[in-house]
């Protein structure tokens, strides 16, 4: 029998497989980078074949690196189908789901509890995500924002339609002068992956460019929502973030331009798991809530 590699080495691999990077797949493990690179270093030593290349600032699969990723995907996903069978008749069923900041802020965990009262008995567990990830072990559903690139692992859906980016700002801040004086807030870190545009990119395309309106610092998503809340800048959002705040009143559009862009919100599954009771009544209820929310889609306008 040939040698085999370490579990935690094949672990390993699989995370940056999915993720693209080191530095990602370490924190999905819960380990240091360095300690993925190590796991890298000796699978490939162990198997005697080169895995994974750097593109750019990701890692890329070699062909010899598609071949044991597909064979990893599959006994990985099965493995954790029959522990995830074993456990929920203990502890009942439980969700682990993954979606941007701004949007799980401002727009999911405001609704979660309309899918607790459907679903008592099912756990929801969210943890956002500053990065784009796609299916894996860690998680039952992602929510993702941008184009989607197809994976043959993943049931792909979309969420939105006809997509947005916008100024917003509180309802005492810049109603009525604008852009002109205020501080341009912007969030910190996005990451290339997300595809979210700064304000250059917005004055640029909206020819909005020469307005006398203030840089303020760059603040992670939360701490950006919250400074908008709290009367202290302007940000760029979606129609989706936006919604709540502009249905309620406590944010306004100070300018009626705005950028069309071709991003949206999608809902990516195992296709192994897609069916499982308590995803599908996940993945129904949630595209009901966007179908009702893009309904009153009039409440945006400026």
């Known amino acids: 029998m040939a040698r085999m590699p370490s579990l935690n080495a094949l672990r390993a691999f699989h995370a940056v497989a999915g993720s ?57 996903t099965r493995i954790a189908d029959t522990v995830e069978r074993l456990h929920r008749p203990a502890r ?10 701004g949007f799980a802020s401002a727009w999911l965990v405001p609704r979660l509890e309309r899918f607790r009262a ?85 004055f640029r395309t909206t020819g909005l460019d020469g307005l006398d309106a203030i840089r303020g610092p760059r603040l992670a998503t939360v701490l950006l929502l919250d400074a908008v809340r709290g009367g202290r800048g302007v940000m760029l959002a979606n129609n989706t973030m936006a919604h709540d705040g502009l249905s ?22 195992k296709r192994s798991a897609s069916d499982r009771p308590e995803v599908l009544a996940f993945r129904t209820w949630l595209k009901e809530e966007f179908a009702a929310c893009f309904a009153r889609r009039g409440v945006l306008a400026v």
């Not at 080191?22 to 030593?45: D, F, P, W, Y």
């Not at 009942?92 to 900041?101: D, F, I, K, M, S």
């Open 20 to 76: 693209g990077s080191h530095a990602a797949a370490a924190r999905e493990l819960g380990v240091t980078t360095s300690a993925v690179s190590r796991q890298m270093k000796n699978l490939e030593e162990c198997i005697g074949v080169a895995l994974l290349v750097r593109d750019g600032r990701r890692m890329r699969l070699t062909a010899d690196g598609r071949v044991l990723e597909e064979g990893l995907a599959d006994a990985f």
């Open 248 to 269: 309620a009143g406590w944010l306004v559009r100070p300018v009626v331009e705005s950028m069309k862009i071709v991003d949206s919100y999608w809902l990516l599954s």
């Open 92 to 101: 009942g069923e439980r969700l682990r789901v993954t979606a941007p900041p």
């Open 118 to 202: 459907l679903r008592p008995e099912t756990e929801v567990i969210l943890v956002d995500s500053v990065e784009r990830v796609g299916v894996s072990d860690s998680f039952d559903l992602v929510i993702t924002w941008g184009c989607y690139n197809d994976d043959p692992r993943a049931l792909a859906e979309r969420l939105s339609e006809s997509e947005e980016i916008f100024p917003v700002c509180g309802s005492n801040a810049c109603a009525e002068s604008g852009l002109a004086g205020t501080a341009l807030l912007e969030i910190e870190h996005v990451g290339n992956a997300w595809n979210w545009p700064g304000w250059d990119e917005f």
